[in-house]
């Protein structure tokens, strides 16, 4: 358990919230001073959830003992969590074991077929890491040409950073979606592996090198965005307008990632011809 980890994050989310959004039938206690922040009170957070004040002020200055799964499941429903950050929550909270990211996922064929099968769909595999550990030949002629680049930049992440201005990158103030998108997926992986120190390298390395994945980063983004539009300026293309979709593959800590535009747009047309 990372007593911290789960006070900043508890902390976090408890502070997105308004008075607004709490239910009607919920009671909140009233307030006995001026509301200083938008957010929720740790007092009607306490409430929401059915537990102490002291204890959960305790939480949040990560003083407090690990708390059971069922005051955890109680803290989700009253800070209004998701499926992911009620899974963010419990790992954080000690009650899941760490995973092993040292030995390598295998591509299944299928996959590999499928990749082959989208044809004019650039598309590619990435891992918990998002690393690219396979791609179709669209993909590559979007992107990058990936076999060129080593396996340690053949990643997403470093892809964005530092090769800016040099592939298929996004046109300047249009792509603050992405960052986020990855901070919440490696935010994930983080806490899956917390030893893993090939993850927290690449996690400082893209925080130095762009402000809104550090932000969405310190924000404990675990909300994923199964799709993300992007500006991207193609090298011989031009400009393309082009939505990301990530479709987790089931069975397995692998996901597809797929480029497409708007049926009949001047995007989709350039996609049709890379």
Not at 62 to 77: C, E, F, I
Not at 166 to 173: D, E, K
Not at 227 to 237: C, I, Y
Request: glycine share 4%; proline share 8%.
């Amino acid at each position: 358990m990372s007593s911290q980890e789960l006070a900043d994050f508890l902390r976090r989310r408890r502070e997105d919230l308004r008075p607004e959004d709490v239910p009607a039938e919920a009671m909140l206690p009233p307030g006995r001073r001026a509301r200083r922040t938008p957010g929720l009170r740790r007092e009607e957070v306490a409430v929401l959830a059915q537990v102490s004040v002291s204890y959960y002020e305790r939480l949040e200055r990560g003083r407090a003992p690990r708390p059971s799964p069922q005051v955890l499941s109680s803290l989700a429903k009253a800070l209004q969590l998701n499926e992911a950050e009620r899974d963010h929550l419990a790992r954080v909270a000690g009650h899941v074991l760490p995973g092993d990211n040292t030995t390598p996922e295998q591509v299944p064929e299928h996959v590999r077929q499928l990749l082959g099968r989208l044809d004019d769909i650039p598309a590619y595999i990435v891992n918990d890491r998002q690393d690219v550990v396979a791609w179709n030949a669209a993909a590559a002629a979007l992107v990058t040409d990936f076999s060129r680049l080593t396996p340690h930049d053949r990643n997403v992440t470093r892809i964005s950073a530092r090769f800016r201005g040099t592939l298929c990158t996004g046109a300047p103030g249009s792509e603050s979606g992405f960052p986020q998108q990855v901070a919440a997926e490696l935010r994930a992986a983080s806490v899956r592996y917390p030893t893993d120190n090939v993850l927290a390298e690449l996690i400082n390395e893209f925080a130095a090198h762009d402000p809104d994945f550090a932000s969405s980063w310190r924000n404990h983004a675990v909300r994923r965005m199964p799709s993300v539009r992007k500006n991207l300026h193609h090298p011989t293309q031009g400009e393309l307008e082009i939505d990301r979709y990530t479709l987790t593959l089931p069975g397995s800590k692998l996901s597809l990632v797929m480029y497409t535009a708007e049926a009949g747009s001047p995007s989709a047309a350039a996609l049709k011809s890379l």
